[in-house]
């Protein structure tokens, strides 16, 4: 069993809590800190985004978390250097979240192998559907990392298949049409979504997109194997940037501690 | 349709370009819709229909003027202007919009948003919107709405809203972020009408063939005046609508050279073009691979032009193809060469160019030398300069420029 399905075994007792934040948003170090603030106060997976220029899958929360990093010197390399170092920590699964255009200008060769140096668990790529998902999956493969895809509210039970068919670590759930970003009503479409996922595969199977309270948090892990927190862990950020503290860090680590507790706490 | 080749593929990819590179999302929406454009475009009574609005409403067939002041200024060969600045909302964006206008009707949608940069496609668009009595967003980069506040109050005034993107360089690639992220959300019930040869499978293909209706035209034109086909067309290029629309039909006719003309901004070796072809390299952006301006770990960069309309660091992923067999040659024009095309046109022929036309036009100043006088150019003029007035007014004023 992979470090992936681990963390979702693990669990009998709630769904896994799956934290996304940004490398390098404030900083690089300062992003350390809080991938570990949020893995100690026990989030289960966490989403490691890169930052990109142009995130189309992404509400303006992530949006201003990715230029914040890009601004403070992000490069894409780093994004391994960090893992390592939460590797090196944990043996908590560790996803990487990035588009499609850094991952090919890297290539992808080269990508899944320094991945796997730096002990990542699966990959996700917002904007790799299923058709154009080939070649890169069996880079994927052949390193064992998983690549894990996402399916819609708008899939249509044909493309569940079709995905469910080539997936890998757990399957995304996109809770709503949108980007990301809070929201505050969760569709009533996703559990049906979820329903038709659990057909399909004996994978985890993980809601995202839209989540921003732990009531929400709760309701989805009723019938989810995972719950996929983003942009409210960085709205907390941005809230603490926004005090303009000479040392913000301790006060971002708080908060995002803070966060991840309440956040536990629902879903229990 | 006979003579032209069959790209893009099965799975929208000219040679190793294009391509679906959009969120699950709108995975569905994009087969369903090259399901319903693949029986339109067979169907008789919807082709009917949109040869009878391109006609009476958009005023085609559009024109082939021997433009020959001009043609004695340069001292070269004969040149033609495809006068797409004379059509309805004064340039070609007029074709693609009511031909997508009607595939969102036929289709039952009731609402069409779309990215513009110039304004020109956000005008046609917000036009057929009004005419068709579809609710209408348009979503602009506030540098452009800046650049084209004309515009931006055409639309308004045609009842569309006009959205700002204010992310990133708050141009048009940031604007057809916004519009892509405001697709996948209302997927359901809009119809997403994208301006350009660009965007995933099934856009390139659809856009061009609602354009080929300008190289058409040119084809029956210059047969029936001179007897023959051009030498060489030219076309600006920034996703390459107006290029590919003219290029295309001429592709099999190997003795007509292609040439596609990139904003080179300031310098294609300054930081500040939008020379997708000629200074970027193979990567995806908006849902295509293609060549695109980028720094070494694939963050897009902003693209700079004089002219809104190609002010662009990607480029429509069927140039890409034509750039990497051949078959078209891509080359760049600075701000500065376009706007002394822009007056030379207006003077010689009382025609006032697009800037983003005016770039065509300049690379026909370069050429015309080393071209013979029975050799016959064809450009084409996508559009007319009414937007760009006030601008050029504007930074002649700051650069203290005589009207040369």
């Known amino acids: ?268 | 349709m006979q003579g032209t080749p069959t790209y893009p593929d099965s799975v929208g990819r000219f040679g190793p370009f294009g391509g679906r590179y959009v969120p699950e999302t709108l995975m569905s929406a994009l087969h369903q819709l090259e399901n319903d454009y693949e029986r339109l475009s067979h169907d008789t009574a919807f082709q009917e229909e949109l040869k009878y609005y391109l006609q009476n409403y958009s005023g085609r067939p559009t024109p082939l003027y021997f433009a020959e002041q001009f043609s004695k200024e340069l001292g070269g060969p004969k040149i033609y202007l495809k006068r797409e600045d004379l059509n309805h909302t004064g340039a070609h964006k007029i074709n693609n919009a009511i031909g997508q206008a009607l595939l969102a009707v036929h289709t039952g949608k009731r609402r069409v948003i779309a990215e513009t940069g110039a304004g020109q496609h956000g005008v046609a668009t917000a036009t057929v919107a009004a005419r068709f009595g579809l609710a209408c967003t348009v979503f602009m980069g506030e540098e452009d709405m800046r650049r084209q506040a004309l515009n931006v109050f055409r639309m308004r005034m045609l009842g569309a809203d006009v959205v700002s993107a204010t992310t990133g360089s708050r141009t048009l690639k940031d604007a057809t972020n916004e519009a892509i992220r405001h697709w996948v959300e209302h997927v359901e019930d809009t119809y997403y009408i994208i301006g350009s040869v660009v965007g995933p499978h099934p856009y390139p293909r659809m856009v061009r063939d609602f354009q080929r209706v300008i190289g058409d035209e040119t084809k029956t034109q210059i047969l029936a005046v001179e007897g023959r086909l051009p030498d060489k067309i030219l076309a600006c290029v920034g996703g390459g609508s107006n290029a590919m629309g003219i290029f295309y039909p001429f592709i099999p006719n190997k003795e007509v050279a292609l040439v596609g003309v990139e904003a080179a901004g300031e310098g294609i070796d300054t930081p500040h073009h939008a020379a997708s072809i000629n200074r970027g390299r193979p990567g995806v952006l908006h849902g295509a691979l293609t060549y695109l301006l980028q720094d070494e770990f694939g963050q897009v960069q902003p693209a700079h032009s004089i002219s809104a309309g190609l002010d662009y660091p990607g480029v429509g992923p069927e140039h890409a193809w034509l750039h990497q067999t051949g078959r078209a040659r891509y080359v760049p024009i600075s701000d500065e060469e376009a706007l002394s095309a822009f007056y030379l046109l207006s003077k010689s022929e009382g025609i006032i160019p697009a800037l983003e036309s005016a770039h065509a036009l300049a690379q026909a100043v370069k050429e015309a030398q080393a071209m013979n006088r029975e050799d016959i150019l064809v450009i084409c003029l996508s559009g007319r300069g009414d937007k760009d007035v006030e601008e050029i007014a504007r930074q002649s004023r700051g650069a203290g420029h005589e009207s040369h």
Request: aromatic share 8%.
């Open chain 1, 1 to 268: 069993m992979n470090r992936i399905e681990a963390a979702f075994h693990k669990q009998t007792q709630r769904a896994a809590l799956i934290p996304f934040l940004n490398t390098g948003d404030p900083s690089l170090d300062a992003s350390l800190e809080l991938f570990r603030s949020v893995l100690q106060a026990g989030a289960d997976i966490v989403e490691i985004g890169v930052p990109y220029s142009d995130p189309l899958a992404d509400g303006p929360v992530i949006q201003a978390s990715a230029a914040r990093s890009l601004k403070s010197g992000f490069q894409f390399p780093q994004v391994f250097e960090l893992a390592q170092a939460l590797r090196a920590e944990t043996d908590k699964g560790l996803v990487a979240f990035t588009y499609i255009n850094p991952l090919l200008q890297y290539t992808p060769e080269r990508f899944f192998s320094d991945a796997k140096t730096a002990g990542i668990d699966g990959v996700i790529v917002p904007d790799l559907p299923y058709e154009e998902s080939e070649p890169v999956l069996q880079i994927a493969d052949r390193h064992g990392i998983s690549l894990i895809p996402l399916v819609a509210p708008t899939s249509g039970e044909q493309r569940v298949t079709d995905i469910c068919g080539s997936a890998r670590g757990f399957v995304y759930c996109v809770s709503s049409l949108g980007v990301t970003g809070e929201r505050v009503r969760m569709s009533e479409r996703v559990q049906e979504l979820v329903q038709t996922v659990r057909s399909h595969t004996s994978l985890p199977v993980a809601v995202g997109f839209g989540v921003s309270t732990p009531e929400q948090a709760q309701h989805l892990a009723e019938f989810a194997d995972g719950v996929i927190v983003g942009s409210a862990f960085i709205r907390r950020i941005e809230g603490v940037l926004q005090q303009n503290l000479d040392f913000p860090v301790q006060t971002l680590r708080t908060a995002v501690r803070d966060f991840t507790e309440k956040l536990l706490q629902g879903m229990t």
